[in-house]
């Protein structure tokens, strides 16, 4: 449901491969969930080795985002997104569904993540379509993407990108298990 | 203040908001739950799994190749 309601966000603000993208993982995954396979009981778990993931990712910083972004890069990010997603895909509802009642202070989680769409979606709204970023609500990427502009932050960024993908994928494998 | 100067302060705001969090959720018995416990709760469904691997790897598509 989220899923299809960004892909329609994405729609209306003129971003039609985003919304190809959400839209077409929203209809894999309804198809997935209508079928329904096994699920896999015991999905093998991937290492928690914090300084081999840190040395892998800083490799795959330095090799995907020390040069400006062309074709190699975006196929690495690509390929990356789709090991990713067939990482998780795979695995069913965790057994038994049940899980341990959530503690109030994950609303402060909630409240922040709410915060922040919120924020960027005023700054969207009131954004003033000009060159001069000066002026206006500047969005997220209007600040961030000058930033990933200079060589050292790009591949910083794509280090703890590619390192917080790897731990999303461990949690979320383990969480099937 | 121009609207600007506004806008960058509150995603300061939030991000100095999500820092003091994160450090809170790992003292002794904080009620504020980590973000991998957090996540490790989410994603014990498969809908949310996939949904929240889609939405990391687009902010990385999103910002690099775009």
Request: charged share 10%; net charge positive.
């Amino acid at each position: 449901m989220l899923l299809t309601v960004t892909g329609v966000v994405h729609v209306i603000r003129g971003a039609p491969l985003d919304a190809v993208i959400f839209l077409g993982v929203a209809a894999a995954l309804i198809v997935t969930e209508l079928v329904r396979p096994a699920p896999v009981t015991s999905p093998q778990q991937l290492p928690n080795r914090p300084l081999l993931v840190l040395a892998g990712s800083v490799v795959f910083g330095v090799a995907v985002g020390w040069t400006q972004f062309g074709v190699f890069s975006e196929t690495m990010l690509i390929v990356v997104g789709v090991l990713a997603l067939l990482a998780v895909w795979r695995q069913g509802d965790a057994n038994p569904p049940e899980s341990p009642p959530v503690r109030w202070g994950a609303l402060a989680w909630v409240a922040l993540a709410l915060a922040g769409c919120g924020w960027e979606v005023v700054s969207f709204v009131h954004e003033v379509n000009v060159d001069d970023v000066s002026i206006g609500h500047p969005t997220l990427s209007d600040i961030v993407e000058p930033l990933l502009s200079q060589q050292y932050v790009r591949w910083i960024v794509l280090t703890a990108w590619i390192a917080a993908g790897y731990g999303l994928v461990r949690v979320g494998r383990r969480a099937a298990g | 203040m121009t609207a600007r100067d506004l806008t960058y302060a509150g995603f300061a705001l939030i991000g100095l908001a999500a820092l003091a969090l994160f450090l809170l959720s790992h003292r002794k018995n904080s009620p504020i739950p980590t973000l991998t416990a957090l996540f490790g709760r989410l994603m014990r469904k498969r809908t949310t799994r996939v949904a929240l691997i889609l939405a990391w790897w687009w902010i990385g598509f999103h910002f690099f190749v775009r």
